[in-house]
């Protein structure tokens, strides 16, 4: 049997986990994934063999998991949040035909709908998600969708809003949608989703350029009629009689 699951696996903790994705990791027999994804797993799945590389590593790593399933091994590789947002999904089905591996995805829990949890009800209405990291998609593409987001009154959701290289990234991003938006626009931050040290805040738009965002945080932008209710960023499903 030449079997590859693709897990999404939500923030890693084990309650955070859709049913589908612990009982493909319960049927697997080997996990492969990115170290820092193996590392949250291993406690609940302490039987199985890992194969982990590091971040920069995504081709690499495809290509061990289609071998371990090609081998006959039942192989599971593991994504944060869901496989098929930012994940593992895509490259895997681009290069599955050369081993001739069937391949199911698994559903997980992405950072929108787990960082939403936490801060109330801000993706009630149309919103878009979009990831400040040009390690893929240039600079000039991901200010465009900002900028197209920015004019719809849309919610935004940000991935990848700040790293070491990239630090002024968020506060461009900030630039843009103050060309449109208000700066009293409800903001929310989520980090460390389901970790240690999880955090849960509540700013506007003109303080979000300032704050000190890094990769585990997921931010939360606010449409036009976005409020705070008893501390809660929610925006109104719309509903005309409510």
Same mark, same amino acid.
């Given at each position: ?54 971040? $920069? ?30 994940? $593992? ?154």
């Amino acid at each position: 049997m030449k079997k590859l699951y693709v897990v999404g696996i939500g923030a890693g903790n084990y309650d955070g986990m859709t049913v589908g994705a612990v009982k493909a990791l319960e049927a697997a027999e080997v996990i492969v994934g990115y170290t820092v994804y193996c590392d949250l797993v291993k406690p609940y799945f302490a039987d199985k063999e890992y194969i982990s590389t590091p971040m $920069m590593k995504e081709i690499e790593r495809c290509r061990i998991a289609l071998e371990a399933a090609c081998n006959g091994k039942i192989t599971a590789m593991i994504c944060s949040g869901d496989a098929g947002i930012y994940g $593992m999904a895509s490259p895997i089905l681009e290069l599955a035909g050369e081993y001739g591996v069937e391949v199911e995805i698994i559903a997980g829990v992405t950072a929108a709908s787990s960082g939403a949890a936490l801060l109330g009800s801000p993706l009630t209405c149309d919103f878009t998600v979009i990831s400040l990291s040009d390690l893929l998609t240039p600079m000039e593409v991901i200010e465009k969708r900002i900028e197209g987001a920015a004019m719809s009154d849309i919610c935004v959701v940000l991935y990848n809003p700040s790293s070491k290289k990239r630090a002024d990234h968020l506060k461009r991003c900030c630039e843009i949608l103050l060309k449109y938006r208000s700066p009293e626009t409800v903001c929310g931050i989520a980090q460390n989703i389901g970790r240690e040290g999880e955090n849960a805040k509540l700013l506007t738009l003109g303080e979000l350029a300032d704050y000190p965002a890094d990769m585990f945080t997921t931010i939360f932008i606010g449409n036009s009629v976005t409020k705070v209710i008893g501390g809660r960023m929610v925006t109104p499903r719309g509903y005309r009689n409510v």
